[in-house]
């Protein structure tokens, strides 16, 4: 059995100890969650390493018209897509109307001042400060209509 931080509680058959204690302790300092990977268990330890960059699809709908500041100032009315849920923060998300239009594209690390980079359909990339937000657990961004359903792809 595990004691959770890098020890197993190996308990010996009886006559093979002194009788002075019941219980022996191999201990490895990797011996931890994190190292295991999720859902699996050894020796009463169950892991919550994950594999690899995690992703989500999904389709949502959007009803409401925002007014989006970009990073020059100015303003621009485009319907926004709340996304919330995710196990992850998003680097990278991809949308899609539909009707399979592309409509935005996000990356979080491109090589640019305060913002996020967005690329919309009409191949134009704007830098939106708000509402446009990425945060632990989803995205809120802008897309080109509201009323309609849109395929979302988000990438760890």
Not at 23 to 43: E, R, V
Not at 69 to 87: E, F, H, P, S
Not at 112 to 139: D, E, K, W
Request: contains cysteine; hydrophobic residues 40%.
């Amino acid at each position: 059995m595990s004691d959770g931080g890098g020890g197993i509680l190996l308990t010996p058959l009886a006559g093979y100890y002194d009788g002075s204690t019941s219980k022996s302790t191999a201990w490895d300092p990797n011996f931890i969650p994190t190292n295991i990977m999720s859902g699996k268990t050894i020796f009463g330890l169950t892991g919550t390493a994950i594999q690899g960059k995690r992703y989500a699809a999904g389709t949502a709908s959007t009803h409401t018209s925002v007014i989006f500041t970009r990073i020059d100032g100015t303003l621009q009315n485009m319907a926004k897509l709340d996304v919330t849920g995710l196990n992850f923060t998003p680097r990278a998300v991809i949308i899609y109307d539909q009707n399979g239009y592309f409509c935005t594209a996000l990356q979080t690390d491109a090589p640019v001042y305060s913002g996020n980079q967005v690329f919309l359909a009409s191949g134009t990339y704007m830098l939106l400060i708000s509402p446009a937000s990425v945060f632990a657990g989803g995205f809120s961004l802008p897309v080109s209509q509201w009323d309609i359903l849109y395929y979302w792809y988000a990438f760890e």
